[in-house]
């Protein structure tokens, strides 16, 4: 009875459905985290009778035919890249990006990994770097007598030290834009790797066209929607729940079948 394991694919499905949601709400508060959707397309056919063929030695065509589904699979994981919330901490070193574009950081190994998660701070050596002590990227270093770091939207580090009036420019940070950021492979620790389906970075002084600009004192929150995420959870639910209710009826039928004397 092919009920049984078409059944049993959907109930796959929506177990895999609800783990993605259960990761967007475990990550309602994760800063720059994209929440993600499964995607799901169904398996092939079987052919009972198919269509376009001929009826009779006339000529005539069958003009629906019939398909079995064989049931479902799950295609894709999305991640949806909106543009979160931003949520002002007035620390001097937090950034976020409005609008396009991914920090840089160079992790141990020499790669360049990319993140919208903007909390940084600096390291024993001055260096402006994120929450795990990866540098951000072009390597900017704060002097130990800097009084106040100011970050404007185009990603200009300036700093201001005693004794002198004008503030003294240390560099600019660059963001990287892709072709396809759904194509990125996610790391974890809101770390982000390029692959092919990514395509090449293309980096950029935030502000630049095809960039978004810089907010000192902000991060980016996480663009779960929380609402959005129940509703569609009662739904994998439900949807799990009439799934299991096919597999209970099938077997019954089988039972049935059994028992015929």
């Not at 993605?20 to 800063?31: D, E, G, L, R, W």
């Not at 929440?35 to 398996?43: H, I, M, N």
């Not at 937090?94 to 020499?110: E, I, K, M, W």
């Not at 990994?113 to 390597?139: C, K, M, N, Q, W």
């Amino acid at each position: 009875m092919r009920a049984l394991d078409i059944a049993g694919t959907g109930m796959q499905a929506q177990q895999t459905n609800v783990e993605v949601i259960s990761n967007n709400i475990a990550n309602m508060t994760t800063t720059g985290f994209k929440r993600r959707r499964a995607e799901f397309q169904d398996l092939i056919y079987q052919n009972l009778r198919r269509v376009g063929s001929n009826s009779s030695d006339s000529g005539s065509v069958v003009p629906a035919g019939a398909q079995v589904g064989l049931g479902v699979k799950t295609a894709a994981i999305y991640r949806i890249n909106e543009q979160g919330n931003l949520q002002q901490t007035h620390n001097s070193l937090d950034l976020a990006v409005r609008g396009n574009g991914y920090f840089q950081v160079t992790l141990p190994s020499g790669d360049t990994a990319y993140t919208r998660d903007g909390t940084f701070s600096l390291s024993p050596a001055g260096e402006i770097v994120t929450a795990d002590g990866h540098v951000v990227s072009p390597g900017i270093t704060i002097p130990s007598n800097a009084t106040s770091v100011t970050i404007n939207g185009t990603g200009q580090v300036q700093i201001s030290i005693d004794g002198q009036t004008a503030p003294t420019t240390l560099g600019q940070i660059q963001l990287a834009a892709f072709p396809n950021e759904a194509g990125l492979d996610a790391q974890g620790d809101n770390l982000f790797l390029q692959t092919a389906a990514s395509g090449n970075p293309v980096t950029g002084a935030p502000a630049s066209p095809g960039f978004g600009s810089v907010l000192q004192g902000f991060v980016e929150s996480s663009n779960t929607n929380v609402v959005s995420e129940i509703t569609n959870l009662i739904t994998a639910q439900r949807a799990y729940e009439m799934n299991s209710r096919v597999i209970t009826t099938s077997d019954q039928m089988l039972s049935t079948l059994t028992n015929l004397r």
